[in-house]
Structure formats: structure tokens, C-alpha cells
């Protein structure tokens, strides 16, 4: 069930008639370490049923018999999915048929013998779930009745992880443009200072924050994050390296583990060897996240840049978790900058500029306490960093980005969005079209070269464009890699990257002029960048293969500059774990 994240409004109860026979043990049943995979058997079943399903609780005292009634309380959050539906949220569940002996009873045992002979014979199957440290008790449910009508058949007993106040999922974000400093921020169960060691004996103390119950919010319903989908997120640890030298490897360590980076280059005018990524959720956000490890343990990676939409947890906070714990194989190795989305901030009477609401009651503190970026001032989201020979400007659409706001005053030197201005796939929310007459005038007058956009799931490539008209439409070069020539700058290029993972969008049949390259696959954007030209791929994370090329050149001579020894990442991103269990 890849799709399963989200829990029902039904008042549940113990199903009629269930046998007292029945019963769920776990393998291992307690002292959990921090990433395991758990075998739950169920045994004792007199009559298995295809839709019988065992769904994983946090935390174990949770109550599953008292649930609102109305399902609206999940669809406010946008996903409609037809899915099973809790009262409290299950963070993961398969169904039992997933071991095929279940349905069949091939594993038979008898429970009951009279002159030798037996008379009742109950059935048994067994299910692996991936589980990593919450922090708190887990416990594992057993209903019938699938997803339509579920009934709770039986609990196993509750089962603990061995150091809740481990230090977990650190990842690494730039604080400013000289590649000195190194911003480490983590996760544990502990509200004490941690530090973290790194370089020649340096020692740095963490400083400790979190986000209670309290500060999620919820409009005339009860939002997934205030009340059924709260999870305690723990403690955010985050602390600063200093005095690192740009371009160079240094080791660092927190709780248990130690792990070697490279600190990115300074902001040299002579300087420049940048590169970018892009990734999404399930499923496609596992072979995106595979494939970018592999670019990252390559050494080629100085930088991830993640646009909106990270975890969708939209209000279910253990998602977090385990958003952080997928990404950690990158982000623990190179910066991962971020930028908020409508899924992180958007809710009523948030002061978000969209009254939707996207995400599930979070508005933005979890991400803002999750992900501290180098912003000016708490819930003001955008920022400006240099990396070698990029200059990047993140911004918020989901903040007010109207003529004379303070964050338009402030784009005005800098330029970076989220929500998309050209996209071929239709939907209400896809553009906004007072967005669009703000700010493209901004992008034109600050000549910015390329406008990356998430947002819309899928990739997207336009000409040179203003106003919906393509004022210069790029070459084939030598290589057949698509070139637009910027020394006379007319307009910028535009690009939609929303398609690392969650889901993928299609397109309409009614292309504009405008719109030269479509992509509905999972993959992400793959940059090179020198002082006079940036280079593109397009990479198909399941099949490793390019499905588009183009560059944009300042270069005077015109000539094609071979990128393919250096790359360097920037991504924007949106992921989660995925696998059979989900």
C-alpha cells in the first residue's frame, strides 16, 4: 500500500465475535534500535480475510475507539485519497495478504484436540515493517473489515526503542556565501545541549529548540496537526562549525556516528563549479533519493537546494521523521537548503497569502524549526546565498509577495520561486495569475538567466519568455544539447522541477508556443555552472538515463564547455519514505 499515510474519522470498535485466540507477536518485542525491521506475526486467526490489515500506532496508549465522524477532517489538507482512516494516525500499514500463506492458511496450527483428533485449526502469517526512532512506544493493530468498515481484531503489546534520546537524522545547510561556516542541525529525544565535534578537537554546543501542540493551528474543523495527527516531535538540536576552509574536507560527529563532507566553494568571481538536483515523494522519492546518494558518495555533489514541499506531512508529524531519516544519506554530506511551500506553511488565519489548508495545521513551524536557513527573521522564509559562481534568491509565494510588501521590496535584489508562472497541466491552483503580473517584471529587470519552479509534479522547459511569449528560442549546438544564448539578455528561462517523488502531474493536449520540453517522470535536475554558462540534465531517476539536455552561455566565443567531469547538486525536493509497507 504505497499510498497508505492517513487515518479514518469512523468510531472504531472491537469486532464482533472476534476469537480470543488470536494474537500478534513481535520479532524483535522490545529495545528497538534506531533503524529496524520488525516481524509481526499474527496467529490464532480462525477465518483470514483478503482485506485484513495490521497498521503500526504511535504512540502505543493512542485511543482508536473515539473518532470524529465527518472524513472532511483529512480532505481539508487536499489529498483526497480513498484510504484507510483512523481516529489517530498509523504510521505505517500493510495488508496481511501481503504474506500469500495468510489468505491460504498454509500455516495451519491446532489449538484444540479431542481422542486425537484435532478441532479447531487457526491460521498465522507474518509481515516485515521498516521502523525507525519516533522516540515513542509503538504498538502494532490487527483489524478486518478492510478499510471500509474496520474493526479492531486484537493489539500487540506495546514495544520501545532502546535510546529514545539518541541523536538522529542531522543534515547540514550553508549559513552564508564564504563556504566557512557549516550550520549542523538534528533530532533526539533529549532537551539537553548536545555537541558536536569536528575539524582538529573543536567542539560546538547545540542550541535546543521544538514546537508544541499548541502552536499548530486549526480553523472550524480540527486540523490533522493539532489534534489526530500530532506527534511529539522531540528536540531540534542545531549548532554552527566555524573557521572551515571553502573547497576542503572536514570530519564531523554527533551522538554515535561520524561522518567526512566538503565545504563549498566561496563566491569567487574566477570560481564557479555548481551543480543541482531535484527530488519528490512516494513513490518515486526512493530512486530519486538512491540516485542522488550515488551522485553524492561520488564527490561531484557541493550543494542540494530543496523548493518547497518536503516531508507532506500536511499535519501527520511523524512524517517528519522519517522525511529526515531518507534524506539523510545526503543531507548529513552536503548543504541542504530549503525553501517553504504551501504544504509547510499554507492554513487559515496563518498569514499565509493562500487561506488553503495545505498543511494540515503545521504553518510553517515544524519546517522553520526543522530546517533554520539563513533568513532575516522568524516566519520571514526567504533568502539570498552564493555558491561559487551561482547566486540563488529563495523566496516564499505562500508570504505576501504584493508590490510594496517587504518581501517585494527585498526581491527586488534577489530572485528565486515556488509556485510555477507557465505550466501545461491544468488545475485551479497550478498559477496565479496576480503572482505572475508581480513579479515577472522583477525577474526581467534583475536579468535573472533561469527561474526554477516547483509546485507542479512534473518537468517542464520553456523559450526565452515574457508575458507568454517566447522573445528568443534556443539553438542546437554541436553536442545536440539545446543552447540559449544570453549575451543579449532578452527575458529569462523558466523550468518546472516538481517531479522527484510525490506523485507526477500530466499534461494537457493544449500546449502553448512556450513550452518546449515535457517530462511526466520521476527524476531530478542535474547543474553545472561556470562564470559565463550553466548546463542542465534532466535524469530519470528509476532508469539513470538523461531525457533532456540545455545550457544557457554567457560565454563570448560561443563555445561548449565540457561539464561532465565536475558536478555540483541543487534540488528542490519534496520526500518521504516509500516502500511495500506504505
Not at 156 to 183: C, E, W
Amino acid at each position: 500500500m504505497s499510498g497508505f499515510r492517513v487515518v479514518t474519522r469512523r468510531n472504531l470498535s472491537y469486532c464482533p465475535d472476534s476469537s480470543p485466540l488470536i494474537q500478534i507477536s513481535l520479532n524483535p518485542n522490545s529495545n528497538l534500535s534506531d533503524e529496524e525491521n520488525v516481524t509481526v506475526t499474527v496467529s490464532g486467526v480462525l477465518n483470514p480475510q483478503e482485506h485484513d490489515w495490521v497498521a503500526m500506532i504511535s504512540p502505543a496508549n493512542s485511543d482508536v475507539s473515539k473518532c470524529p465522524l465527518n472524513e472532511v477532517l483529512y480532505a481539508e489538507t487536499g489529498d483526497l485519497s480513498k484510504l484507510p482512516l483512523l481516529c489517530h494516525y498509523p504510521v505505517k500499514a500493510q495488508f496481511m495478504s501481503n504474506d500469500p500463506g495468510y489468505v491460504n492458511c498454509t500455516k495451519k496450527e491446532c489449538k484444540e484436540y479431542k481422542d486425537g483428533k484435532c478441532l479447531t485449526t487457526t491460521c498465522s502469517g507474518s509481515l516485515r515493517f521498516h521502523v525507525i526512532n519516533i522516540r515513542t512506544d509503538i504498538q502494532f493493530v490487527l483489524f478486518a473489515g478492510g478499510f471500509d468498515t474496520p474493526c479492531v481484531l486484537t493489539r500487540s503489546n506495546p514495544v520501545n526503542f532502546a535510546n529514545p534520546k539518541q541523536p538522529l537524522y542531522g543534515h547540514l545547510s550553508s549559513i552564508d556565501s564564504t563556504g566557512t561556516s557549516m550550520r549542523l542541525t538534528w533530532v533526539s529525544g533529549d532537551e539537553a545541549p548536545q555537541q558536536v565535534q569536528y575539524g582538529s578537537g573543536k567542539t560546538e554546543p547545540s542550541q535546543v529548540t521544538t514546537f508544541s501542540q499548541d502552536d499548530m493551528k486549526h480553523a472550524v474543523l480540527p486540523s490533522p496537526a493539532k489534534e489526530f495527527g500530532w506527534h511529539d516531535p522531540g528536540f531540534v538540536h542545531s549548532a554552527v562549525m566555524t573557521g572551515l576552509q571553502p573547497s576542503s574536507i572536514f570530519s564531523y560527529r554527533y551522538g554515535r556516528r561520524t561522518w567526512q563532507i566538503c565545504t563549498p566553494a566561496e563566491n569567487r568571481e574566477n570560481r564557479g563549479d555548481e551543480e543541482f538536483c531535484r527530488m519528490h515523494k512516494l513513490p518515486g522519492s526512493i530512486s530519486v533519493i538512491e540516485a542522488l546518494t550515488d551522485e553524492v558518495n561520488s564527490g561531484k555533489v557541493d550543494s542540494i537546494f530543496h523548493i518547497g514541499d518536503l516531508s507532506y506531512a500536511t499535519g501527520f508529524l511523524v512524517e517528519w521523521d522519517f522525511f529526515l531519516q531518507l534524506i539523510s544519506p545526503v543531507a548529513s554530506k552536503v548543504p541542504y537548503m530549503t525553501a517553504i511551500g504551501n504544504h509547510e506553511r499554507d492554513y487559515v488565519d496563518s498569514g499565509s497569502i493562500y487561506i488553503t489548508p495545505d498543511s494540515g495545521g503545521e504553518s510553517g513551524v515544524p519546517y522553520e524549526t526543522y530546517f533554520p536557513m539563513p533568513t532575516s527573521a522568524k516566519d520571514k522564509p526567504w533568502y539570498s546565498i552564493e555558491q561559487a559562481s551561482v547566486h540563488f534568491t529563495i523566496i516564499s509565494t505562500e508570504h505576501d509577495w504584493s508590490e510594496k510588501s517587504e518581501q517585494y521590496e527585498w526581491m527586488k535584489k534577489d530572485m528565486a520561486t515556488h509556485r510555477p508562472m507557465y505550466t501545461s497541466t491544468s488545475g485551479i491552483f497550478s498559477v496565479d495569475k496576480k503572482f505572475v503580473e508581480n513579479v515577472e517584471p522583477l525577474l526581467l529587470d534583475n536579468k535573472v538567466d533561469l527561474a526554477l519552479f516547483g509546485h507542479v509534479h512534473n518537468y517542464e522547459r520553456t523559450c526565452v519568455v515574457y508575458r507568454k511569449e517566447c522573445k528568443a528560442m534556443p539553438t542546437m549546438d554541436d553536442y545536440g544539447i539545446e543552447t540559449y544564448d544570453n549575451r543579449n539578455y532578452s527575458a529569462p528561462v523558466q523550468a518546472v522541477i516538481g517531479m522527484a517523488g510525490f506523485t507526477l502531474d500530466n499534461f494537457t493536449n493544449d500546449v502553448d508556443s512556450w513550452s518546449l520540453r515535457r517530462i511526466s517522470e520521476f527524476g531530478y535536475l542535474r547543474g553545472h555552472a561556470t562564470k559565463e554558462e550553466i548546463s542542465f540534465e534532466f535524469v530519470n531517476a528509476a532508469t539513470r538515463e538523461i531525457e533532456d539536455r540545455f545550457r544557457i552561455t554567457k560565454n563570448p566565443s560561443g563555445e561548449f564547455v565540457d561539464v561532465s567531469q565536475i558536478m555540483t547538486h541543487f534540488a528542490g525536493m519534496a520526500v518521504d519514505e516509500a516502500n511495500s509497507e506504505r
